[in-house]
């Protein structure tokens, strides 16, 4: 349907099994994601696009190691191991991605200074990536999400499309998850109680 779109979030070698930051079942969801590329006429895709050394990565603070917590100045920042470093194999979509199709790609986490896990925002919430405009101007009001990971990148994003008024929808079986410290069941029932549709 004309207002429709779906958005593909972060489907790139890094998050897929073998990749430097991998979901558990990353690259299962492929043929489902693909499907529903072709199922909508408009698509647009999120990527990871991370400069060397990013302030999210923990081998750019001594002595802290993959997934301990420290303090930005916009909030409380897990770290990750280096991943989809800007112009690497890491970055790049999945090869078995039908991603060709889509009228726009949106490149996140690009400012050394801050991460950004929603396709609508960096992590401290105020600085925009532009798609809520894009979208509003296409005409599009309703959402689709699917892609990694299901409880980062696509929950985040898919908090922020409701908070900017469009109809969102999550399909579960074209997501995976990371799990950090329950953070699936967390945001789970965040979606839920903003008025995410979980299929």
């Not at 979901?23 to 990871?48: F, K, M, R, S, Y």
């Not at 579960?172 to 979980?198: F, H, K, N, P, W």
Request: negative net charge.
């Amino acid at each position: 349907m004309n207002d429709a779109a779906l958005v593909v979030i972060d489907v790139q070698n890094d998050f897929c099994p073998g990749g430097a930051l991998a979901v558990t079942g990353g690259d299962a969801i492929l043929p489902l994601v693909n499907q529903l590329i072709v199922d909508h006429e408009h698509v647009v895709l999120t990527q990871d696009w991370h400069p060397a050394g990013h302030s999210s990565f923990a081998s750019a603070h001594v002595g802290k190691a993959p997934f301990d917590m420290v303090e930005m100045p916009y909030g409380p920042q897990t770290l990750w191991p280096d991943h989809c470093v800007q112009g690497t194999a890491g970055a790049d979509f999945h090869p078995l991605l039908q991603w060709t199709k889509a009228e726009l790609v949106i490149r996140k986490g690009f400012r050394a200074e801050i991460d950004s896990y929603s396709a609508f925002f960096e992590n401290d919430r105020r600085t925009p990536t532009g798609l809520a405009g894009y979208l509003k101007e296409r005409g599009i009001n309703r959402l689709v999400l699917c892609g990694l990971a299901t409880d980062y990148c696509v929950a985040y994003s898919a908090l922020d499309a409701v908070a900017h008024g469009f109809d969102t929808e999550v399909r579960l079986d074209a997501c995976a998850a990371i799990d950090l410290g329950g953070s699936l069941a967390t945001m789970m029932e965040r979606m839920r109680q903003a008025g995410v549709r979980l299929v």
